[in-house]
């Protein structure tokens, strides 16, 4: 009998007496890994890239999603694709670049010849196959089982059967459309890939990016930092609240005193910088009126799409997703978005303050990182010590942006997937 | 700049590791320019690429520089605290370009970082602009290009490379 047989539940909660914990074992036992492939990777949609990194016809990337080696392309008719990166003659990975432009893709173990599309173009001798060879669509690059995207993000499925990527996302769809919106030209991805990992279980980063309690201590550094800067802080209060958008899905929304390039000014950017965030606060406001411009403009956004994607629009937008490889190790992509037609001025700003804080070499992500790993060695002790409390905030009306209601709405789901999904 | 030669550049990246490899951050700070700059850029954009228009690592100007120093000699860097024991390996040194007022320096690096039992190496090459003031070499520009693809299995970089 393996863990996820003998446990039916990792979660211990009693809403009258406010008690959320979650086992520690759901961080540890490869069993429960083994479960969450099959039950959550395996099912759910997950995010592939943002139609901005190929934009043109036989422009691809190639990424890891869920495990599956993934070709990401445009094709020559510009739709996109997401492919299987493998031949379907014997196995090898067709596409062995990270990035670039392809008429075509060749498998070079064999020499077959696929189109932009996947399909099979050419193989070497092919007088002795079949004479209906090439039409058998089993000779072309497989395509992922439901490929959708939403305002530019693309999302993957394993599960034919899985509902649509809209009705997935559900609640998650305005607060995308709050980001796209910020741009009237649209969005794109800004060249380089953060890559790196961490020596801690996936879920870990989950909750760590939705979580505005730990900001004040583990970011005790970056606070300094602020102070020390050219005047410092915008004079708004760290304050605001958590909502659960079903599905496990989640977001903090908030206001900060960091600058926002979209349009929260502080004094380190100047006059010139305050003129140029004048002008992209009324370009907002005469596209959305007034309030929702305040939305998009003064409120940051940690939203959590399930179950390993995170889009951070705080002192700059990122785009993050990781996947677990071990139970205690993951690995984690990022990368930064931000409007098409911004000017060089908000482009090097706003990427200059995203590594203020963001990222592996930024002042703050190496200090989660820390505490991610520290939290996995402490769950060497799980023998004994055995639960994580969740239970801030709980019997609130309104949660606040600091309290846990957020990783509940998480951990709800994804115990939901794991124990009572139906084989 | 003319009678610089590669022993002196030398010494200099040597104490450089040094005071990197001891956790002398203030004064390894003063071995660069007040219009120095640091660059990790990210691995899949080019080596020359501008952090003003690509995702880096790290891209520092003198005071963000100055700040990640005194930030990282706090208690509150958790990622450094307690400091990781670093050792810098400085080689293959070549003067690549040397004008009235600059050289050009490369190296290649290996800096191994150990902490909490677990040891991690990162390599990669190290572009220099150096100038001299005051009768002192000082650094204008450190460019540190990984040669691993990203930060797998690093996780940050946490410490100055």
Redesign the interface.
Known sequence: MNARERMNTALMVDESKQIFKVSRQAFVDPDILAAERSRIFDKCWLYLGHSSEVPKPGDFVTRQVGGRNILFARDAKRTLRAMLNTCPHRGAQVCREKHGSAKSFQCFYHGWVFGLDGGLRSQPGEASYAPDFKERSTSNMQQVARFEGYRDFNFICFDKNAESLETYLGAVKEYLDIIADQAEAGMTIVGGTQEYSMRANWKLLTENSIDGYHALTTHATYFDYLKATNGGLAPVPLEGAARDLGNGHAVLEYKAPWGRPVAQWVPMWGEDGKKEVDRLYQGLVARHGEERARRIALFNRNLFVFPNLVVNDIMAVTVRTYYPVAPDFMNVSAWALAPKDETDWARKYRLFNFLEFLGPGGFATPDDVEALEQCQRGFRNSAEAQWNDISKGMGKEVPAYDDELQMRAFWSNWNKRVFQASI | MQNISRADIEDFLFAEAELLDEWRLPEWLELFTEDAIYY??????APD?S?????????DDR??LS??V??LM?R?????FPHSRTRHLVSNVRIRGRSDSELEVGSAFITYRTK?G?TDTYFGSNRYRIVVEDGRLRIKEKRCLLDS??????????IIL
């Not at chain 2, 952090?51 to 891209?59: E, M, Q, R, S, T």
């Not at chain 2, 509150?76 to 450094?80: I, L, P, S």
């Open positions: 990790v850029p990210s691995t899949d954009v690429s952090p003003d228009k690509n995702l880096f690592y790290v891209a005071f963000r700040e990640r005194k930030r706090k509150t860097a958790h990622a450094e909490d677990m693809e990203g930060l797998r299995t690093q996780g940050r970089v946490s």
